[in-house]
T-cell receptor, first 113, second 112 residues
Framework: EAGVAQSPRYKIIEKRQSVAFWCNPI?????LYWYQQILGQGPKLLIQ????????DSQLPKDRFSAERLKGVDSTLKIQPAKLEDSAVYLC???????????FGPGTRLTVT | KQEVTQIPAALSVPEGENLVLNCSFT??????LQWFRQDPGKGLTSLLL?????REQTSGRLNASLDKSSGRSTLYIAASQPGDSATYLC???????????FGPGTRLSVLP
């Protein structure tokens, strides 16, 4: 089966600009996760979707970050405006409902200058 | 709030050595613990999952143990190979939430 797809793989922007990342989960995986991984740290969950509903967004900086999963399949994560501290790898993962195992995409490396 | 630490931060060993990676967590009320591997520029790959009722799990040359009462887990890699070079992360899912809290990882280099 095809894995989790993410694009773009790399993005460089200036602070105060906006950026969007796209994720396509594995077919049939109703649960989708966005993580932020800062260099030298483990991934931190930003938001979890079950189909197109939000399950957990407690660690999402809602003043600048937003995410949507309109049709319960693809998802988009947006940052507006970006700050220097947003430089990180943004990982998308998906899983079957009620299953622990998450399948991760390759990530998008964001550099904010 | 659950916190996860990993020691050492980096490790370099010659090929063929057996090695141990350590993971510690502050809240012992965990649901399960998972070890992941992360290669540069790639996402995470699940290696082993230990439920809270289990003491260890094995897969090939990998063995993970769990001691809930002391808040520790170890990942043992036997007969290390250059292909084992990667960052290894442990993640804990506690009884209160649905998601994992990750440690910062141990960067392993196995030298040929």
């Amino acid at each position: 089966e095809a894995g989790v797809a993410q694009s773009p793989r790399y993005k460089i922007i200036e602070k105060r600009q906006s950026v969007a990342f796209w994720c396509n989960p594995i077919s049939g995986h109703a649960t989708l996760y966005w993580y932020q991984q800062i260099l030298g740290q483990g991934p931190k969950l930003l938001i979890q979707f079950q189909n197109n509903g939000v399950v957990d967004d407690s660690q999402l900086p809602k003043d600048r970050f937003s995410a949507e999963r309109l049709k319960g399949v693809d998802s988009t994560l947006k940052i507006q405006p970006a700050k220097l501290e947003d430089s990180a790898v943004y990982l998308c993962a998906s899983s079957r409902p009620g299953r622990v195992k998450q399948y991760f995409g390759p990530g998008t490396r964001l550099t904010v200058t | 709030k659950q916190e996860v630490t990993q020691i050492p931060a980096a490790l370099s060993v010659p090929e063929g050595e057996n090695l141990v990676l350590n993971c510690s967590f502050t809240d012992s009320a965990i649901y399960n613990l998972q070890w992941f591997r992360q290669d540069p520029g790639k996402g995470l790959t699940s290696l082993l999952l230990i439920q809270s009722s289990q003491r260890e799990q094995t897969s090939g040359r990998l063995n993970a143990s769990l001691d809930k009462s002391s808040g520790r887990s170890t990942l043992y890699i036997a007969a290390s190979q250059p292909g084992d070079s990667a960052t290894y992360l442990c993640a804990v899912r506690d009884n209160y939430g649905q998601n994992f809290v990750f440690g910062p990882g141990t960067r392993l280099s196995v030298l040929p």
